[in-house]
């Protein structure tokens, strides 16, 4: 009997649940570019569900990329031998229905929200597997995103991920707003929104009524105004942030995020946090693209520093 044979039949899904996991709404971007602040404002909104950082399409897109790696092979060896694109994106979509069910079953026709920085590598291929998905490029000053990576290196939570200089953490914040801003090219405009992280900060209402909209959520003032006070900088510092719903290995236990997650939560921090050199390379390695996405060498265009 083959194993196909012997696997589980598919778990019979409602309509409203079905909905929520065919369109979430992905938030990627760079590391330390405000994508945490912008899931825990998007899980404030009513029915909203979601966890920690799922890394399931960096575990699984690369699977998904070596097909076309097969079809460049003159001996074709590859997944391609045993699955058929068609047959295998399936079952990629059936583990991401099993992998989130249990956030989404707690709140039928719920909005759910998934943040894991990296996807914004992987974004073609997370629309491949759920072409209905939704997502949220956050941008924020490439010196500010290096500053605070440089940060999370010197931290025993950070220190096995972040770069250790300021070269490869430019290069790392290039290559995800690269790829993401790629990615968006082609991606039709009720399914994508780009929020600067130094603009949430200076109106948060008006990034939350963004978000809203591109959710299909009917936010009223009042609501926005309560999700903006619930996630204020100050009140999540203190609290080391608003605890996640962990499922898993991890089930059951409500972890706050770790010392120095928060830090000062100002855009312009880096004139301080960094050296004039290190400024000076980021902005060598980083400018032509700053520009494309809003920034000039005094930070967010349209905005005055404070310093």
């Known amino acids: 009997m083959s194993l196909i044979q012997n696997s589980q039949p598919k778990q019979r899904l409602t309509r409203p649940i079905l909905k929520s996991l065919n369109t979430p709404v992905f938030i990627v971007g760079a590391p330390r570019s405000g994508t945490t602040w912008t899931q825990r404002l998007l899980l404030s909104f009513p029915g909203a569900c979601g966890g920690p950082e799922s890394w399931f399409f960096v575990a699984f897109a690369p699977a998904l990329k070596t097909y076309e790696e097969c079809d460049a092979r003159v001996r074709r060896d590859g997944?391609?031998?045993?699955?058929?694109?068609?047959?295998?994106?399936?079952?990629l979509r059936q583990l991401w229905y099993k992998t989130m069910l249990s956030h989404v079953k707690a709140s039928p026709s719920a909005l759910l929200v998934e943040k894991t920085p990296p996807h914004a590598l992987c974004i073609d291929e997370i629309?491949?597997?759920?072409?209905?998905?939704?997502?949220?490029?956050?941008?924020?000053?490439?010196?500010?995103?290096?500053?605070?990576?440089?940060?999370?290196?010197r931290t025993e939570w950070g220190k096995d991920w972040a770069p250790d200089n300021a070269r490869r953490a430019a290069l790392q914040w290039s290559r995800y707003v690269l790829s993401a801003k790629k990615s968006f090219g082609t991606?039709?405009?009720?399914?994508?929104?780009?929020?600067?992280?130094?603009?949430?900060?200076?109106?948060?209402?008006?990034?939350?009524?963004?978000?809203?909209?591109?959710?299909?959520?009917?936010?009223?003032?009042?609501?926005?105004?309560?999700?903006?006070?619930?996630?204020?900088?100050?009140?999540?510092?203190?609290?080391?942030?608003?605890?996640?719903?962990?499922?898993?290995?991890?089930?059951?236990?409500?972890?706050?995020?770790?010392?120095?997650?928060?830090?000062?939560?100002?855009?312009?921090?880096?004139?301080?946090?960094?050296?004039?050199?290190?400024?000076?390379?980021i902005w060598n390695l980083t400018g032509d693209i700053m520009r494309t996405v809003g920034y000039n060498k005094r930070g967010r265009l349209g905005r005055r520093p404070r310093y």
Request: proline share 5%; hydrophobic share 35%; with cysteine.
């Open 79 to 91: 997944l391609s031998n045993y699955w058929s694109r068609k047959a295998f994106i399936e079952e």
């Open 127 to 153: 629309r491949k597997i759920l072409p209905d998905s939704r997502f949220i490029h956050v941008i924020r000053d490439s010196r500010a995103s290096v500053a605070s990576m440089l940060a999370a290196n």
């Open 187 to 281: 991606l039709p405009k009720n399914r994508c929104l780009e929020l600067h992280y130094e603009d949430m900060l200076e109106d948060p209402i008006s990034a939350v009524q963004r978000m809203s909209k591109l959710c299909g959520s009917d936010l009223g003032p009042e609501a926005v105004r309560r999700i903006v006070r619930a996630q204020d900088f100050a009140k999540q510092k203190e609290s080391r942030g608003t605890p996640f719903l962990r499922t898993g290995e991890l089930n059951g236990k409500s972890l706050r995020e770790p010392e120095g997650f928060f830090r000062s939560g100002t855009p312009d921090s880096w004139r301080t946090d960094l050296s004039k050199e290190d400024q000076t390379l």
